[in-house]
């Protein structure tokens, strides 16, 4: 079953880092986030890869040059999300479902169990849905009294899209030829009118590098040995 990573975004908002490397192959540690992601599909013996790539595709190409399993696809500068998953259509080959997600999020979700609850409730697609940790805490006024304060926690309420995909190739079926097809818009939305896509909840770690602060935390976790998805 393939792993299909998307790895080919500018990475604007960490422009500090980005102007040298893509944003996947920002290092958690000694090795990349991508390497990182990678590492905990093949936990769960998911091995055969393919890196959607874009900029600055050369710098991860060189990386996993002598990886037979992993193969980096050119699709495109300026490709929008769902126009490069259709682009890595020929590299499913026969495989009825695939893995899917961002290069530059991190999770210790149980891929078994997703893969299980995608087989289970037979749709097109199953997103993982986390609730993640906000910046700021949490105060309840009432007049200027502030009557509860509570800091920084998961989000009590709402759940919002993690990655972490498992696709039917029927998938492909909802995708358009334009560059410009972003796959959290038109395709998802459609999948979700026609009751195809379902959300498997993850209450555990995911944390994804937007931001220098991001990359701090996350290398604060694995420096500390507190990555939780290693």
Wanted: charged fraction near 30%; charge should be neutral.
């Amino acid at each position: 079953m393939k792993v299909v990573i998307l790895a080919g975004g500018f990475g604007t908002r960490l422009a500090e880092e980005t102007h040298q490397l893509p944003k996947p192959m920002i290092k958690i540690g000694e090795d990349p986030i991508i390497s990182h992601i990678i590492k905990h599909f093949r936990k769960f013996n998911f091995d055969k890869v393919v890196i959607c790539a874009g900029y600055k595709k050369d710098d991860i190409e060189k990386y996993f040059l002598n990886e037979q399993n992993i193969q980096v696809v050119d699709t495109g500068l300026n490709t929008q999300t769902a126009a490069r998953i259709k682009k890595i259509k020929e590299f499913i080959n026969d495989d009825e479902n695939f893995f899917m997600t961002y290069g530059d999020g991190l999770s210790n979700v149980n891929l078994n169990e997703l893969l299980s609850f995608h087989k289970k409730n037979n749709k097109i697609a199953t997103l993982t849905a986390v609730r993640p940790i906000p910046r700021f805490g949490h105060i309840t006024l009432k007049d200027d009294k502030v009557i509860k304060f509570k800091e920084k926690d998961f989000l009590s309420e709402g759940w919002i899209n993690g990655g972490f995909f498992v696709l039917n190739k029927k998938v492909f079926n909802y995708i358009n030829d334009k560059e410009d097809c972003i796959f959290e818009r038109e395709p998802l939305e459609n999948l979700s009118k026609d009751g195809e896509l379902m959300a498997f909840k993850h209450e555990g770690f995911w944390h994804p590098i937007d931001t220098l602060r991001d990359k701090n935390f996350l290398n604060d976790l694995f420096k500390n040995g507190n990555a939780p998805w290693v």
